[in-house]
Nanobody
Framework: VQLQASGGGVVQAGGSLRLSCAAS????????MGWYRQAPGKQRELVAD???????KYVDAVKGRFTISRSNFDHTVTLQMNSLKPEDTAIYYC??????????????WGQGTQVTVSS
């Protein structure tokens, strides 16, 4: 499974960005899809994730501002980020939990995309 993330960039505080991540290759089934972020000097943290059935959860810091969605048809996950704040600046990574034919779960990470929010 390969992941291709896109959509990062530089934006002023209050602006919006949309991140996308597409999975390709041999895919049996994808369970949870999500976005994590890592700011300089900090640990990687979960931003939001969404189950195959569409249940989502968010870190408190982004609730009401970010929206995660997915397409089970083309194996993509999207993070719409509104009202961005300088503290949202980080490298954002997508995560895909792939379920194999033998029901094992494998985690795949995207290459990371930089989001910079200027004040």
């Amino acid at each position: 499974v390969q992941l291709q993330a896109s959509g990062g960039g530089v934006v002023q505080a209050g602006g919006s960005l949309r991140l996308s991540c597409a999975a390709s290759g041999y895919i049996h089934s994808i369970n949870t899809m999500g976005w994590y972020r890592q700011a300089p000097g900090k640990q990687r943290e979960l931003v939001a994730d969404i189950t195959r059935g569409g249940e989502s959860k968010y870190v408190d810091a982004v609730k009401g501002r970010f929206t995660i969605s997915r397409s089970n048809f083309d194996h993509t996950v999207t993070l719409q980020m509104n009202s961005l704040k300088p503290e949202d600046t980080a490298i954002y990574y997508c995560l895909v939990v792939h379920e194999t034919l033998l029901s094992y779960e494998e985690n795949y990470w995207g290459q990371g995309t930089q989001v910079t929010v200027s004040s």
